[in-house]
């Protein structure tokens, strides 16, 4: 069976600074795993996803995650918040056997809020 | 190519009622996920569904439920409508078994339920 944890429900930054959103996963397979981003009142968007070729991962606006199997994580990172990042992040686990269909796992969410 | 779409955008029922929310998945894609984001209670796995059946469904009564399609779009059905049932539905289509296939996500549909 496979878990999704995102270890901080909110978390404020003040603009320029750093980002981290830390995700923690279990997965009997081999796992997919991805971050969405939910802005207020929008459907979720993929920032990236983790392909087994590289585990340092490069996504839209900046942001970053490194895949740590040891560690079982998959914390998302940005060198420095922008305003418009403000918004609901999501850790996601996909799995299953190669060739069957796959379930989504979701973390509950971290909010991202950045402070002037 | 057009992604997911979901219809109703907006629905407002009264308790009691039954809700039917629609969704099209991406061409192609023939896995479709219901989830229920709720104000403060994060997004909840309702339903999964690929190839016409239903694989695997979330901790919600059995007024919750659905089918695939043969075209693969999925219809939501929620009976009985309660007050809080109200939130926003999101459907999200994928394909089959590749590894490291993303799921895509419409829009939502806003229920209120009054």
Redesign the interface.
Known sequence: AQSVTQLDSHVSVSEGTPVLLRCNYSSSY?P?L?W?VQHPN?????LL????AATLVKGINGFEAEFKKSETSFHLTKPSAHMSDAAEY?C?V?EGE?????????G??TQLTVLP | EAGVTQSPTHLIKTRGQQATLRCSPISGHTSVYWYQQALGLGLQFLLWYDEGEERNRGNFPPRFSGRQFPNYSSELNVNALELEDSALYLCASSSLGAQNTEAFFGQGTRLTVV
Request: net charge positive; glycine share 12%.
């Open positions: 081999s997919s991805f969405y929008k459907g979720l968007q993929l996803k983790y392909t087994s999501f996601v996909s190669l060739g069957s269909a796959r379930q989504l796992t979701f509950s969410g």
